[in-house]
């Protein structure tokens, strides 16, 4: 599968989706101006890649701040993930928040409470 | 610049260091220019050295409302694209007051007041569970934004906002939106 590398801007976050090298992260910041434009193309690639997914898939998702918009693809990104887990995948969540941010570490506590899938929790 | 204007101006200039105002834009929002605010706000000497938490939420806060503005405001002036609205960022006993205005249309009102009063009447729990129950329940890329988006006003500020609507025209309204987020020594 062709990976997807996007380099982040001020309201849009970091991606990489890259299977061969085993690096699936998230980072940066997520407040678009056109959600949907932005990570539909991210939700269709997750598809195709749940079809046929690596052994192990260990997602960071390490973010600064993201607004209400960007809830709804996350769990879409998660609710995917956790299909692949269903199958007998191991999938993984690697959630990062700034040492003192609570309310991102928070954000990350509630979506693993809606998802079948483990998260991890480090500050940096 | 004639003598009158020079008074009016110190007069304003007064006006803002007794109201201890930290920034305030008014004109026509859009995503670049939320970018600059957002910017600057963090960057303010007043800000910088509050705690991460705080930076955090109160930049959380003005993208929240402003975003709104882009999507939801109305321009009752020529009815074009531009959304004007204004912000106003200040300290009081140590708490951050975000004020922020835009015209709406007045048939919308009576819908924003019931929901921002139902979110405004949950306790902590309640709106926990009731972001949870929207962001399940809504479809991906529907209208669910501004929906989320207040209730993760109401969390970031403790439930610390105010709001109200005063008619302009036969058309619209005013909306003045106020949140306060507590500074690092009150929390």
Redesign the interface.
Known sequence: MEAINLKGTYDTPSVTLDPENGNFEISGRSYPEDTAEFYIPILEWLSNYIQHPNEHTKFVFKLDYFNSSSYKPFLDMFLKLAEAKEKGHDVSIEWFFKEGDWDIKEAGEEFSEIVELPFEYSSF | MPEQDHQEFNTWFESFQANNILFMFKGDFN?EL??SIV?LIEGLPEVEHE???VK??M??VV??CL?NI?RHGENIIDGSELKPGMLLLRKKNGDYLISIGNNVKTNKVSKLRDYIAKVNGMDNTGL?DF??DV??N?E??GK??A???L??IA??SNRNFDFDFREVSDTHSFFSFEVSIHGSENN
């Open positions: 995503q939320i970018n910017l705690e991460i938490i955090k939420r930049s959380g993208v929240e975003q882009c926990k972001h949870k962001l399940i809504t991906l890329f669910y934004g929906d989320l988006g209730i993760n969390r970031k």
